[in-house]
Every structure is written in structure tokens, then in C-alpha cells.
């Protein structure tokens, strides 16, 4: 019998366990996080006697005689303090990191009341924050000290949430105290746990599946495999994802599912796994773009498609004539690496059988309900309304919970076995998995005049798209339709090939493919400046799009465009030091190219109070908050009369994924319809007479499709911009970064700030140190290894929000940041090396540096 002293109170268990699950699911203290289960994210920290510790870590039979608290067992003034600093700070993002970094507060804060920020830097260095870029969490921690020290009165008076304020996110409290509900802290009764067996090798025939064994196991519910699926596939856009690899098929990578063992005992699902006895016929595989465009019709990853999974050509004006004619051109090869996305949450699905519908009901954690929807109905073969798709909080995304994890293996055995079922990765499992961001080779080749005008550019682009399509056809377009840069010339060629490997999928990531292609373009500019003999910054100035110019690909720059406006704001920053590295960026708002866009919502009045129901997914970049602003904004009325629901297929109209930095935009706008139709009925009646009523608003934006012969054709809803100054220390190391946005009109300040720190820091890990390692399609790559950024890797980061000459129509002129924000961080910090060593560094991350020797 072990004794344990929880939260002031003893608590006894017969058997020795970790102390992590033994809160979660013994105790049902859900506030403690599990991020990895390994000790490496800092998620579950709790103190233990005055120290912080990793939950995941420490066993019971270590613990006896120690006190133990949890943020459960904060005092009355300790959460109310803790809670208030987090939320008006704007340290609360996805917010699944938030109860562990406020374990580590307290730890330091009991001890030293008086903090530096060196001093919250190191007690947080064990606390990974994938959102916020961790100053705003400093910056809590801060007031935290002075509210403690000072014996100040926290004010919680109700915000009055017009655009461009500062306010408090709508879930931030919640999120900080451990009671915000994420999908693993979901409890059913009778619920059962499910666990994929996936392949041993990258590219193998599937020989013989034995279950036997296992189903032999009293512990064993059920092993599912191929067979008892309705229709075996999915896939986001192309459907060539099997849910399960069947006998006498081929895997694709190391990450196909071969079957789903089910039981109640979740401690017993790697002992029931290793009873399935799998046959496999190793076969020879393809690793990288270049190999699987050679040993195209050889060796095709998919037998009945070819290799190249995708491609496009982009042609305007004529570009051989105007390199031709440059005064000055240059040729350089550059290229990125496949990077994990290390959301804080990992997947985690729980579904339930519909007795009412015969279908399911399933809890998610994913960007969009209606996807889910859409998928699972069509591999159990149902009618759309026969599935429910319901989000619980979700723990961060940044593109990488668009493609089915978890969703539709538990959708599945919930509904063949009829009862409640989990299913969850494990961290190491999550890696295997989900899709990275895409590995790219780009050729580029740019001319200019003797002034340093550009004149045109080739650029080739080759993408490793994995062992499946997920987004990589949209994901290239954005590579290949921002590849020109920001910049007021006509004359391009740009040609891009997404190949099918054997290596992990990849797909969405911040940035959507922007982020390769603008490296490779920002970083031969600086070279063809030296050429020319002018200051990189000049070039950049001299070319910068304006309202009323002609982008590359046609599109007339419209009225809110503000790249010169960045570039101005960044100037004294720049000339600060001759050393400093400059880069910039532009970022479509929108899915554009001619893909149907809309974003919807419904206000309802319930109770007295205003609901906003959308379907789009706020993940951590505060979109229900901008919801309820714009609400606010358009009616007057007090956002304490406002609630937003979270994402319910049954509930909340179809608002598309949140991708392509479009939610702000499109459902902002639609959120503006509805409630201006809400202020309209409220002209001649009060709340109370519109009970029950429902106000609906929708926004769709057509524009024109990629190939369009329109001389100039409208690629997108908008474009933000974005321009960013890297400063070195004397050691080469980072002292502080100057991001310039223009993302239109601010709707929430702390919000967009946060957001963008959070950007340039993914951005700088990009740059410096992130890159899953990949082996001849084996993932090598532990969480611990992934080179995520910490607090004490930080810089200063000035953040310098600006507008074009004119405001953009929707969502009163907000544009988007999400993805922004990071796209320009790694050719500035290689500018900023390049001037520090004279070495040109053409690949990430960056070689030679103090972060990767």
C-alpha cells in the first residue's frame, strides 16, 4: 500500500504507479497536462516539497512522505491571482501548457518575490510553450510577483471588448487553472481504449495478420483490422490514406495502422499488441523527392498512381527575355528540412455509439468538426447525420491536427463494438505519425537592373510529400505562388512537384508552404544586392509592392497593402547595427485560387444571453475571443452577456477549417453579419423579446482560379505583410528580433502581440535548431530531440503592428497573422549570420551557429 499526500490531503493506492496517471485517473485531478509522458515538455509539473517536479516522471513509492501539489491545489488567492496575470497578460494561448507553467511560477514566487526576468526564464526553462513564445507567460509571471508582494486586489470588472483593446481571452481562466476541458480529460462511463499496431518498415507487403493470440487474451475486446471497415479509406482532398493496411497490400510508411486492439484495461494495450503476429515482405523504398522522381515507374509508393502526387507551373510575362537583359542575375540552390509542428496536446479521440442516430457521436481536439464529419461518415459508409463531430479545447495545431490521427479509429470501434471508446497517441506515436512540414529543394535564379529593379526570377521547387497526399497539392500552390516575394515585378517562371515518398506524410504547417519558398527567395535577394552594390534593406524598399501595383502573379495590390509601411517601421532597428538581418514576407488571407471560401455563423438568444455558434476552430489563436469583439463592436452590448460555443456540427454552422489564415477574415466577417442583423431586431425590441431567436450571417469571397487567363486575376481575399530585423549578441547569439505586421485592423492587441512573439520564436527554432530526422523512412527524432525553443533561448522581441493606406472590407479590415508572423524569421536570422561570418548558408537549420556547432 503506497500513502501519498496530494493537495494537503492522503490519498492510498495498492499499487505502485506514475504519479501523472494516478491524478488524472485514479484522482480525477485532469488539471495536471500529460504533454509526452517522457519528462521533456513540462506539462504535468507539480511541486514536490518546495521543488517542481514532472508527474510522468515520479513513481507513488518515491513520493511517500512528501507533499505533493497540484494546481488543483492552489489557494483561493493563488488561482485568483495566477488566473487574472496569465489571462491579462495574454499568456494563454492553446492554454495546454498553462497549469504547468503556473507550477513552476509558484515555485519560484514562494522562494522570490522580487524575480528578474533571468531569473522566470530559468524556472520555466523546463516548460515548453509552442504558442506564446513565452513572454507574455514572463510578463505574467511578473505581475504575479507584484500582485503577491504588494497584496494588490485583483480586479476581474467585466472588459468592455471593443476592437483594438486589449481583453482577456474568452477561455484564458479556465485554461489556467486545469479546468478547461481538452479531449484526454473526457471520462465515459464504460469507456474502452484502443491502440494501433503500425508497420515495421517504411514499404512492405502485409503478408499474414494473426490476432488469435491476442483475441485469445481475456483483456482483448477486439482486434480490428481491414475487414471490418465499411469502406477502408480517407484522405483530407485525395483519398488514398487506408484506415488499416489489409493482407496482401503494401504500407506506405512506418506510420500505417495495420489494426486497432481494443480493451478495457488501457495498461494492457502494449502487452495485447505485441500478440498480434504480423508477416511482412520487406520491400525496397523511396526516401526523398529526387529518388522518388528518378525511380518514378520502378518503385511507385502508390501502385496504382504516380510518384509525382502533384505539380504546377506559373508563368507571366516573359522571363527569359528580362533575365536576359538584367544588368545583374544570380543562381543559388537552397533547402529545407521535414519539422514537427510539437503542439502541446496530443491526439486524442473519444467516441460514443448513437443509439438515437446508428451512428456516432465523437469528441475531438482537431481544426475543423465538419472535416471530421465528412471522413468518418464516408468510411463507416453513413449519412452525414448520422456522425457528430464535437471539439473539445484544443491544444494547439498549427496545421498539423487537419488529417485524420485518432479521429476515425475511435469513430470506428465505437461504432462496431457499440460502446465508448478512447484512442490517443502517445508522444513518440504522434511523431510517427501525423504529416510535418514538407521538406523542399528550390532552385532559384532572380535578374535585376543596374539600380537593383527586379526584373523576373526562375524558381523550381521540389516537395517531399510523404506517403500520402494530405495538403500537399495546396501546400505546394502557396510555395510556388508566394516564391516571387513581395515585390512589384511581372516576369516569372515557377515550377513545383510534390513527390509521394515512403517517409512520413507531410502537410499543413504554419505557413503553408511560404515559409520554404520565401527563405530560399529573401536569401538570394540579399546576395543579388551585393551584386548591385546597394543595401539589402534598399533592394527590399525599392521593389516593395504597393497599393495599385501589379504582384507577380497578376493580382493588383489593393488599398490596405502595407509592406512599405513594415519596411519603415523596421528602418532604425535595421541601421541600429550594420550587422542586423533583414527579411520579409507576404501571406495570403483566404483558400483563394478559385477554391470556394466561406465562413458562417449563427447568433442565438438563450437564457438572456448571446450565443455565437461557428464551427471554426479556436486552437490557440484566440478566434473566439475575436468573435465575441466583433460582436461587441457591431451591437454594443456588454461582453459579459456573451458566450461562444465551441465547435458542434449539430450546433454550430460550417465555418471551413482553420487554415490558410483565413478564420479572423472570413468568419470574423460572418460573425459581423450576424450580429448586425442581432443590432437591427435590437433597434426596436430588448434581448429579453428576442429569446429564442437566431440570426445567421454568411461570408463567401469567390476568386479566380490558379490557372486564370484574366490579365489580372484576384488570387485571394488579401494578402498580409510582414517585415523582420535580426539582431546578433557579440557571442552570435540572438539579442532581439523587430517584427513589422500588417495584418489590418487589430482586433484584440495582447491578442496579435501574442501571436506574433509566438510566430517569430517558431520562426527562430526553424532557423537555428528543429529537424526531424528522418532514416531511410524510420522516424529518429525523440520529442526531447527536436530542438524546440525554451525561455532562456529567447530574444527580445519588439512587436510593430502597421496598416496600408486603406482598410480592407471584411471583418472591419482584419486580415490575419497566424502564419505571417513566422515566414520571414529564418532568412532574416541567415541575413543576420551572413553578416556576422561571411558564410551564405543555403539550408536549415542554419549550420556553424552557437545553436547548432
Not at 69 to 96: P, W
Not at 125 to 137: A, L, S, V
Not at 678 to 691: D, G, P, R, T
Not at 719 to 728: D, F, G, K, P, T
Request: hydrophobic letters at 35%.
Amino acid at each position: 500500500m503506497f500513502t501519498v499526500n496530494i493537495n494537503n490531503k492522503e490519498y492510498q493506492h495498492e499499487t505502485d504507479m506514475k504519479l501523472l496517471p494516478f491524478l488524472r485517473e485514479v484522482l480525477h485531478l485532469a488539471g495536471t497536462k500529460d504533454g509526452c509522458s517522457e519528462g521533456a515538455c513540462g506539462a504535468c509539473t507539480v511541486i514536490v516539497d518546495g521543488k517542481t517536479a514532472r508527474a510522468c516522471i515520479l513513481s507513488l513509492s518515491k513520493l511517500q512522505g512528501k507533499k505533493i501539489t497540484t494546481i488543483e491545489g492552489l489557494s483561493e488567492r493563488e488561482a485568483d491571482v495566477y488566473s487574472y496575470c496569465f489571462a491579462q497578460a495574454g499568456a494563454v494561448q492553446c492554454g495546454f501548457c498553462i497549469p504547468g507553467m503556473i507550477m513552476s511560477a509558484k515555485a519560484l514566487l514562494d522562494v522570490n518575490t522580487n524575480p528578474t526576468r533571468a531569473d522566470i526564464k530559468k524556472a520555466i526553462r523546463g516548460n515548453i510553450c509552442r504558442c506564446t513564445g513565452y513572454i507574455k507567460i514572463e510578463d505574467a509571471i511578473l505581475m504575479a510577483a507584484d500582485y503577491f508582494k504588494n497584496d494588490k486586489i485583483v480586479n476581474w470588472d467585466c472588459e468592455e471588448g471593443k476592437l483594438g483593446q486589449r481583453m482577456r481571452r474568452v477561455d484564458a481562466v479556465e485554461k489556467a487553472l486545469g479546468k478547461g476541458i481538452y479531449t484526454d480529460d473526457i471520462v465515459v462511463e464504460g469507456m474502452v481504449f484502443g491502440k494501433c499496431i503500425r508497420s515495421k518498415y517504411p514499404r512492405a507487403r502485409i503478408v499474414k495478420i494473426d490476432k488469435s493470440k491476442a483475441e485469445a487474451d481475456e483483456r482483448c475486446i477486439k482486434v480490428i483490422t481491414a475487414e471490418d471497415v465499411p469502406l477502408n479509406e480517407h484522405g483530407h482532398l485525395v483519398k488514398d490514406w487506408p484506415v488499416f493496411i489489409q493482407e496482401g497490400k503494401i504500407t506506405h510508411y512506418t506510420g500505417d495502422a495495420i489494426c486497432l486492439v481494443v480493451s478495457e484495461d488501457q495498461d494492457a494495450l502494449d502487452e495485447l499488441c505485441s500478440l498480434v503476429e504480423i508477416e511482412y515482405e520487406e520491400l525496397e523504398g523511396v526516401f526523398s523527392a529526387q529518388e522518388a522522381l528518378e525511380k518514378r515507374g520502378v518503385i511507385n509508393v502508390h501502385h496504382d498512381r504516380d510518384n509525382i502526387m502533384y505539380k504546377l507551373k506559373l508563368e507571366r510575362g516573359d522571363v527569359d527575355k528580362a533575365l536576359e537583359e538584367s544588368e545583374y542575375t544570380v543562381t543559388y540552390d537552397f533547402s529545407t528540412p521535414h519539422t514537427e509542428h510539437a503542439f502541446m496536446e496530443m491526439e486524442c479521440a473519444v467516441a460514443l455509439y448513437d443509439d438515437r442516430t446508428k451512428g456516432v457521436l465523437v469528441y475531438t481536439s482537431g481544426q475543423s468538426v465538419f472535416d471530421e464529419q465528412r471522413e468518418i461518415s464516408h468510411l463507416l459508409r453513413l449519412d452525414i447525420s448520422q456522425v457528430r463531430c464535437k471539439s473539445a479545447l484544443v491544444g494547439g495545431g498549427f496545421g498539423g491536427k487537419e488529417d485524420m490521427s485518432v479521429q476515425h479509429h475511435a469513430a470506428l470501434a465505437a461504432y462496431l463494438l457499440k460502446r465508448p471508446v478512447k484512442v490517443k497517441l502517445t508522444r513518440q506515436e504522434s511523431l510517427d505519425v501525423h504529416p510535418k512540414r514538407h521538406p523542399m529543394d528550390m532552385h532559384v535564379v532572380i535578374g535585376c537592373d543596374k539600380n537593383g529593379i527586379i526584373k523576373g526570377s526562375i524558381i523550381d521547387i521540389i516537395s517531399d510529400t510523404g506517403a500520402y497526399a494530405s495538403l500537399g497539392g495546396p501546400v505546394l500552390q502557396r510555395a510556388c505562388t508566394h516564391a516571387a516575394g513581395p515585390y512589384n515585378y511581372q516576369n516569372i517562371r515557377i515550377t513545383g512537384k510534390a513527390l509521394y515518398t515512403n517517409n512520413v506524410p507531410s502537410g499543413a504547417f504554419r505557413g503553408f508552404g511560404v515559409t520554404q519558398s520565401c527563405f530560399a527567395f529573401e536569401c538570394a535577394l540579399d546576395k543579388l544586392a551585393e551584386k548591385v552594390g546597394i543595401d539589402p534593406f534598399e533592394i527590399r524598399y525599392r521593389n516593395a509592392i504597393k497599393p495599385g501595383d501589379i504582384m507577380p502573379n497578376g493580382q493588383i495590390a489593393s488599398g490596405d497593402t502595407g509592406l512599405i509601411e513594415c519596411l519603415d517601421a523596421v528602418r532604425d532597428a535595421y541601421y541600429s547595427n550594420p550587422k542586423n538581418g533583414i527579411a520579409c514576407a507576404l501571406k495570403n488571407s483566404g483558400l483563394g485560387v478559385g477554391v470556394p471560401d466561406t465562413g458562417r455563423c449563427r447568433i442565438s438568444i438563450e437564457d438572456g444571453k448571446i450565443h455565437i455558434r461557428t464551427s471554426a476552430a479556436c486552437m490557440g489563436q484566440g478566434l473566439a475571443t475575436v468573435a465575441l469583439m466583433i460582436t461587441v463592436e457591431t451591437t454594443g452590448l456588454k461582453s459579459d452577456d456573451i458566450i461562444v460555443e465551441l465547435p458542434d456540427t449539430a450546433r454550430t454552422p460550417n465555418s471551413g477549417t482553420s487554415t490558410a489564415s483565413r478564420q479572423t477574415a472570413f468568419t470574423g466577417e460572418a460573425v459581423k453579419r450576424a450580429a448586425q442583423a442581432l443590432a437591427e431586431a435590437l433597434k426596436s425590441v430588448s434581448i429579453s423579446e428576442l429569446e429564442g431567436q437566431e440570426f445567421f450571417g454568411e461570408f463567401t469571397y469567390l476568386t479566380d482560379a490558379l490557372y486564370s487567363q484574366k490579365e489580372n486575376p484576384i488570387s485571394h481575399l488579401a494578402y498580409s505583410y510582414s517585415a523582420q530585423v535580426v539582431e546578433l549578441d557579440d557571442d552570435g547569439r540572438l539579442k532581439k528580433v523587430t517584427a513589422a505586421c500588417d495584418a489590418g485592423t487589430v482586433i484584440n492587441m495582447t491578442s496579435i502581440e501574442g501571436q506574433v512573439e509566438g510566430g517569430v520564436v517558431m520562426g527562430l527554432g526553424y532557423a537555428l535548431t528543429e529537424n526531424f530526422k528522418i532514416d531511410q523512412g524510420h522516424v529518429k527524432s525523440k520529442y526531447g530531440t527536436l530542438g524546440l525553443f525554451r525561455a532562456t533561448e529567447t530574444p527580445e522581441i519588439e512587436v510593430q503592428l502597421v496598416n496600408g493606406p486603406k482598410r480592407g472590407f471584411a471583418a472591419y479590415g482584419a486580415k490575419g497573422i497566424g502564419e505571417l508572423c513566422t515566414i520571414p524569421t529564418a532568412p532574416a536570422v541567415q541575413h543576420a549570420y551572413y553578416k556576422r561570418d561571411g558564410i551564405f548558408r543555403t539550408s536549415l537549420p542554419l549550420e556553424g551557429t552557437p545553436y547548432k556547432k
